[in-house]
């Protein structure tokens, strides 16, 4: 079992930049695939972007890609989230999730933190 905590949410311009970090609990975060995911009021939670146990495999959403880069840890039990050239539809609710492999659906994770805000201003 592994415990999930984002932060780094704030609001930010359009443009501008910040840096997402899901610290994890326990010793199997490394085992884990992580994932980000994001949800809009309205709107289904979607998937950001994921990344392998190891690192080496990373996968985007393509309204992210380029923007956004994912990266982790496994010495700090952390997964990042680096957002760049934000805009105002990224403005939601962002969740890191651990699952035992790559997958880019919500119900297929099993551990998710409680979410940390992004706000991008026009």
């Known amino acids: 079992q592994v415990q999930l905590v984002e932060s780094g949410g704030r609001l930010v311009q359009t443009g501008g930049s910040l840096r997402l970090s899901c610290a994890a609990s326990?010793?199997?975060?490394?085992?884990?695939?992580m994932g980000w995911f994001r949800q809009a009021p309205g709107k289904e939670r979607e998937f950001v972007a994921v990344?392998?146990?190891?690192?080496?495999?990373?996968y985007y959403s393509d309204s992210v890609k380029g923007r956004f880069t994912i990266s982790r840890d496994n010495a700090k039990n952390t997964l990042y989230l680096q957002m760049n050239s934000l805009k105002p539809e990224d403005t939601a609710v962002y969740y890191c999730?651990?699952?035992?492999?790559?997958?880019?659906?919500?119900?297929?994770?099993?551990?998710w933190g409680q979410g940390t805000q992004v706000t991008v201003s026009s």
């Open positions: 999730a651990a699952g035992m492999s790559i997958r880019w659906t919500a119900r297929e994770y099993a551990y």
């Open positions: 326990g010793r199997t975060f490394s085992s884990y695939a």
């Open positions: 990344i392998s146990w190891s690192g080496g495999n990373k």
